[in-house]
């Protein structure tokens, strides 16, 4: 079985998180698809695409090295979770996710989220 301290095991995580960072401008762009189609009623078919989009990178970011990007989107997550619920209001979101988005589409590495301003 590999473990970590053997070179071809980490040769396949590597590439793995290649391959993910090539998946990155899909993944925003499926985020970016999931806000512009929400309109003013906000519907709940349409924050749910939203919310399934970022739990997408919620979920699997940080596992190939990406972890302010997976915990942003998480953050996001929890937020459109409260406006599904009722909580939180939409337009107190949406800011956000195109802040994220800019962020991300800028430097998904990047640790700071807030650096980007």
């Known amino acids: 079985m590999a ?12 590439a793995l998180a290649e391959k993910y960072r090539a998946s990155i401008p899909q993944r925003l762009a499926a985020i970016g698809a ?14 749910e695409a939203l ?3 970022l739990h997408a990178v919620a979920g699997s970011a940080g596992s190939f090295g990406f ?23 939409f337009g107190k979101v949406a800011p956000q996710v195109r802040r994220y988005l800019d962020w991300a589409n800028d430097d998904p590495t990047h640790p700071n989220i807030s650096a980007h301003d």
Do not use: C, N, V
Not at 8 to 13: E, G, I, N, P, S
């Open 34 to 47: 999931a806000l512009d189609a929400i309109g003013a009623s906000a519907a709940p078919a349409q924050l």
């Open 67 to 89: 972890s302010a990007l997976g915990e942003e989107a998480r953050r996001l997550e929890q937020l459109l979770r409260e406006t599904m619920a009722g909580t939180a209001e």
């Open 3 to 14: 473990t970590p301290a053997d070179p071809a095991f980490r040769q396949h995580l590597q």
């Open 51 to 53: 919310h399934e989009s």
